[in-house]
């Protein structure tokens, strides 16, 4: 069965840093992009940030980009997202999705994660 | 960068009934479109990929069309079951997605 877990969500300050964690099962990792999305509570979905299957390629939206960073592991297969330099309008449940089939991430997420909340605040 | 219009925001509907929602896209992106529907509290499930492809477990009522700038997602006969917001995506360029479509009975 094909799963993907995230964790590391909580509150944080303005300013602070937070890194979540996905970790994926079920399926060869190292064949698959991997995606962050996240919503803003009562919001739609917003793409943050896709590495590739190799890891070699990465993309941000402009939103986050110079402060977020996306990377893989293929030994713990995980996906990470190192979140800095944060503001309130960050604060989102943070999904960690599976891209469906192209390596490089031009497709569709076909298995998301339950979601970990992150809160921005004083 | 490429902006995703879904009509309509919300739609009320019974039981049995059709429903249609459209995408539009602000340039073209040939087929790469995807549909995902999410309850509320629950992560978004993928429902439709390449404008047309039935992703495997999807009931047979939902259905994709459309290639280019303009793309509808039809549920033929909808059922409680399928209270929910519905999202298209582009994947052309890079993951736009739309502003969702609350679909309420």
């Known amino acids: 069965e094909v799963q993907l877990l995230e964790s590391g969500g909580g509150l944080v300050q303005p300013g602070g840093s937070l890194r979540l964690s996905c970790a994926a099962s079920?399926?060869?990792?190292?064949?698959?992009?991997m995606t962050w999305v996240r919503q803003a509570p009562g919001q739609g979905l917003e793409w943050v940030s896709t590495?590739?299957?190799?890891?070699?390629?990465?993309y941000y939206a402009d939103s986050v980009k110079g402060r977020f960073t996306i990377s893989r592991d293929s030994s713990s297969d995980s996906t990470f997202l190192q979140m800095n330099s944060l503001r309130a309008d960050d604060t989102a449940v943070y999904y960690c999705?599976?891209?469906?089939?192209?390596?490089?991430?031009?497709?569709?997420?076909?298995?998301w994660g339950q979601g970990t909340m992150v809160t921005v605040s004083s | 960068d490429i902006q995703m219009t879904q009509s309509p925001s919300s739609v009320s509907t019974s039981i049995g009934d059709r429903v249609t929602i459209t995408c539009r896209a602000s340039?073209?992106?040939?087929?790469?479109l995807a549909w995902y529907q999410q309850k509320p509290g629950k992560a978004p499930n993928l429902l439709i990929y390449?404008?047309?492809s039935l992703e495997s477990g999807v009931p047979s009522r939902f259905r994709g069309s459309g290639s280019g700038t303009e793309f509808t997602l039809t549920i033929s006969s909808l059922q409680p079951d399928d209270v929910a917001t519905y999202y298209c995506?582009?994947?052309?360029?890079?993951?736009?997605f739309g502003q969702g479509t609350k679909v309420e009975i």
């Open positions: 995506q582009e994947y052309n360029t890079f993951w736009t």
């Open positions: 340039q073209r992106i040939s087929r790469s």
């Open positions: 079920g399926f060869t990792f190292s064949s698959h992009a």
């Open positions: 999705a599976k891209v469906r089939l192209h390596p490089g991430g031009d497709d569709a997420f076909d298995m």
């Open positions: 390449e404008a047309s």
């Open positions: 590495i590739s299957a190799s890891g070699t390629r990465t």
